[in-house]
């Protein structure tokens, strides 16, 4: 392979442009602070003199570095996580830095979990309440005890506060960067005491959000931003079906493009190597490929649908039974049924899936990626090369979304990032990164799509309205099934992220009967933001509140009357509709315009969300969606402030769903390519949110789900109120 | 050969690099500057967003060989206005970034429209920033901080 030469740009640029522009040029392998940091897998922390344990280091320069063990995807838990280890370390917020840590599940590892580090299920604060509380706690430990040991006073005598510790008898005191080299020979402390939680400091009120300021100056680095010297940046030439493959290339109209370096057969399609970006592109563009579909994939949405809506005539593997449910339907009063479609969807974060590579000479593998799941990568990645886990190093970086794409049991961009560094590898050219970057018309073809899903569901009512007997019937892809995750996910044929949300119906029903198909498709399927809870949220919801109407009854006051041995679900239930004005008229809409408010409550990752949507319907069947009140039950909120964040993307990103979101399939054929035709919600189709946040005792639990599954039920009974229409199929339309 | 200017400096671009390429990767992979981010490649997500002449643009569907020689293109890097002044000093108030990879579109996008509109109303924001997506909707901050960036121009 040639040199890596940039003729691209002329040399008189060079000479006449100044500064840091220059070297740019001249160069063209400027490499931003942080991703060189990166490369030397040793972050910003050469100063610390004093790391009591794995998430806590202090340098003699007076900063307290919190090693966060998740990724920073968008959810504010580089902050949370930090705010949890200075509040018990009793640190100024000023001195906190965050860094991202290694891959190293002995250390690191999500307890939530078990042996394997990740981000995902809402668990990154979870996992790390307690955990991080010690760790704190045991350097401020060995903090005071190297304290009151220098001046020769008791512990106990000694206090600390916003990084100071103060002898206040004696008048003396010592940051905690004067203290820090003498505190690495204290003993570790074998107990240590926790805070009460009325001194926190930190927890449960404002702290800013680490990362805001490099993300509005655009110096945050993404994966997409990593340069590395000698880096060929990849464009890859996928198949236009799943399942089928490479039969044959031509790679003549790429000879001579600008920039190209060379192309690259491997399982996944073909590569363009080249020295950027649009060159690679351009070489991808001009590859022609003859795909062998023999075992390509060539089915529709529509007959997808059909077959799921078949397959719901016979009875399933069993997800929950408790009562014999049909014989209570059987003698019921009044019977009502339903059925409901999903489409699949598209994670479609703004950053498209990406990373770059390395393999050095002693066969050290070197990632970086915005990492949300370093085990399973780990191992997918030393399978792959035929190393040990402990030579893949990954260099998590901030993630530009993920909302579950990043944490893919089967590490699809990864391996075949993998595949193309091994190519080059077997020529001889080992040490050269190789950044993958998918375009958005890759990335949302490339499936691992929240599954499509067809429900039916069944319930009797009495003659005083109250429910005697609940069928809920689901059919859609198992998620977990032949990943890692299988044998802790799916027990007796059921994938727990499948039923998630509806074998756990919170309602009390004397009989209840939620059974499952899970067909195998070839189309790749992956948790979405909230996973089971997209769909199931959806349709226990709306029936619910079809089953309420029927009974004659409001539909707070019929959830209020079930929800009794549920008393989270009942108090942000109750919390949402008091904030609403439930019951109160709505204000009415235009000539022609009718309004509406719906309510939808649930629980996801152990936290509890209501939400009351206001919807406007126009003549022409169009609706926009006025308000969102919104109420959480998370448990401490650690930072009230992102928990609201969070409330509020959460349902921007449900939103988008209900209102356009569906990946379809025609022949094999994903149909859509971009935003044009996937549309996201809009700055002008956002609405109003309020969020209220339940006080709590709790040990907190997750917000980066819980606020999503909620708002489409809560937007489709709201539409039902204005117009007296059922919308049982995604995305929402009237007309 | 094409001359234009990239926060002010000069910049000579080499008649082989081709035309067709976007300016969105003159920025990134010619010139090292990061900030400006690719989304969609097709001017619908607004990740893009830097100031041609002045103006909002994208630099995703803006070719080499369409921009004018000596023009004046402003960067993320580049943008010291007031305007971006008060909008990141909003955007860091109320913690608007989640993921912030859009951020820097947004940030170009709401202080064009602050210079163009001292008080802009709520559908004067609609107007200048649809065009700019944010998957992790923190819209309902991007509103406000607007607002208050607007506020504190005074």
């Known amino acids: ?735 | 050969m094409p001359t234009i200017f990239v926060n002010k400096e000069r910049v000579d671009i080499s008649s082989n690099v081709p035309g067709d390429t976007p300016l969105l990767w003159i920025l990134r992979d010619y010139l090292s500057m990061t900030g400006t981010k690719y989304g969609c490649g097709i001017a619908v997500c607004g990740a893009c967003t830097v100031w041609i002449e002045g103006q909002p643009g994208r630099s995703c569907a803006t070719t080499l060989a369409s921009i004018k020689t000596g023009a004046e293109i402003t960067t993320i890097e580049g943008a010291k206005t007031k305007e971006v002044a008060a909008v990141q000093a909003a955007w860091e108030k109320l913690d608007v970034p989640q993921c912030g990879y859009c951020q820097s579109g947004q940030v170009m996008a709401a202080a064009a429209l602050l210079a163009k509109k001292k008080r802009p109303t709520d559908g004067d924001i609609d107007e200048a920033m649809t065009g700019n997506l944010c998957r992790c909707a923190a819209y309902p901050r991007i509103r406000a901080a607007i607002k208050e960036a607007s506020k504190a121009l005074g």
Not at chain 1, 432 to 439: C, I, Q, R, S
Not at chain 1, 539 to 547: A, M, P, V
């Open chain 1, 1 to 735: 392979m040639n040199k890596p030469r940039i003729e691209n740009v002329s040399r008189r640029g060079f000479l006449r442009a100044g500064g840091a522009l220059s070297a740019g040029l001249v160069l063209g392998v400027h490499v931003p602070a942080y991703a060189q940091a990166g490369a030397a897998a040793k972050p910003a922390t050469a100063g610390a003199v004093f790391e009591p344990n794995a998430f806590v280091k202090i340098g003699a320069d007076n900063t307290v570095t919190v090693v966060s063990k998740h990724l920073e995807m968008g959810q504010g838990t580089y902050t949370g996580l930090a705010t949890i280890v200075a509040d018990e370390l009793d640190a100024a917020w000023g001195q906190v830095r965050v860094e991202g840590a290694p891959a190293d599940a002995s250390r690191f590892n999500n307890l939530l979990w078990g042996p394997a580090q990740g981000t995902g299920g809402s668990t990154a604060i979870a996992n790390s309440w307690e955990q991080l509380r010690k760790a704190g706690a045991a350097a401020r430990a060995m903090l005071v005890a190297t304290a009151a040991q220098r001046w020769n006073v008791p512990a106990a005598s000694i206090t600390v506060k916003d990084g100071v510790v103060t002898h206040a008898a004696s008048n003396r005191k010592a940051t905690f960067g004067e203290l820090a080299a003498a505190a690495a020979s204290q003993p570790v402390p074998s107990e240590i005491r926790l805070k009460d939680p009325k001194d926190f400091v930190y927890i449960g009120r404002h702290v800013p959000r680490v990362d805001s300021k490099a993300k509005s100056n655009g110096t945050a680095i993404f994966t997409q931003d990593v340069k590395l010297p000698g880096m060929v940046t990849a464009v890859v030439a996928h198949p236009p079906r799943f399942g089928a493959k490479v039969a044959s290339f031509d790679a003549s109209a790429v000879q001579g493009i600008v920039g190209v370096r060379q192309v690259v057969e491997i399982p996944s399609g073909v590569a363009v190597l080249a020295n950027n970006f649009w060159s690679a592109k351009t070489g991808r563009d001009a590859l022609k490929v003859q795909w062998d579909e023999g075992a390509a994939y060539k089915g529709s949405s529509a007959d997808i649908i059909a077959a799921f809506r078949k397959a719901a005539e016979q009875p399933g593997a069993v997800a929950k039974s408790e009562g014999d449910a049909a014989k209570a339907i059987a003698g019921a009063a009044r019977v009502l049924e339903a059925a409901y479609e999903f489409p699949y969807l598209a994670h479609a974060a703004m950053e498209p899936m990406n990373c770059v590579i390395r393999i050095a000479d002693d066969d050290t593998i070197e990632v970086w990626n915005g990492e949300q799941m370093q085990t399973g990568d780990q191992f997918a990645l030393a399978k792959f090369f035929g190393v040990t886990p402990e030579k893949v190093k990954i260099n998590m970086l901030f993630a530009g979304g993920s909302f579950g794409r990043r944490a893919n049991p089967a590490a699809d961009y990864l391996l075949e990032c993998a595949s193309i560094a091994l190519v080059l590898a077997r020529k001889d050219q080992r040490n050269v990164p190789v950044k993958l970057v998918w375009t958005r018309e890759d990335d949302m073809r490339a499936g691992y799509y929240r599954p499509a899903f067809f429900h039916t569901l069944k319930a009797g009512l009495d003659a005083n309205g109250n429910i005697v007997g609940w069928q809920h019937r689901l059919v859609g892809q198992s998620i977990a099934t032949g990943t890692p995750f299988e044998s802790g996910m799916v027990k007796d044929g059921v994938d727990a992220t499948s039923v998630e949300g509806a074998s756990n119906l919170p309602y009390a029903v004397p009989a209840i009967h939620v059974d499952l198909h899970s067909p195998k498709l070839p189309v790749p399927v992956l948790w979405w933001r909230s996973v089971g809870s997209t769909h199931t949220a959806f349709s226990t919801e709306t029936f619910i509140d079809e089953l309420a109407a029927a009974a004659k009854k409001d539909p707070v006051e019929f959830r209020r009357a079930l929800l009794g041995k549920h008393p989270r679900h009942l108090a942000v239930m109750e919390l949402a509709a008091k904030e609403a004005g439930w019951g109160k008229p709505l204000a009415p809409g235009k000539a022609g315009e009718k309004r509406g408010r719906g309510i939808a409550v649930h629980e996801s990752f152990s936290s509890y969300v209501a939400q009351v949507v206001e919807v406007t319907v126009k003549a022409d069947s169009t609706f926009r969606v006025d308000r969102v009140v919104c109420a959480v039950d998370c448990g401490i909120a650690v930072n009230p402030d992102n928990v609201r964040a969070q409330m509020e993307g959460g349902i921007g990103y449900g939103l988008s769903a209900a209102l356009s979101g569906a990946i379809t399939l025609k022949d094999g054929i994903v149909e859509q390519s971009n935003f044009h035709d996937y549309p996201a919600l809009r700055i002008n189709e956002a609405p109003r949110i309020d969020v209220h946040i339940v006080p709590s005792a709790a040990a907190p639990t997750g917000v980066g789900e819980p606020g999503t599954p909620v708002v489409a039920p809560a937007l489709a009974n709201a539409i039902f109120a204005a117009t007296g229409k059922r919308l049982r199929s995604l995305p929402l339309k009237l007309a």
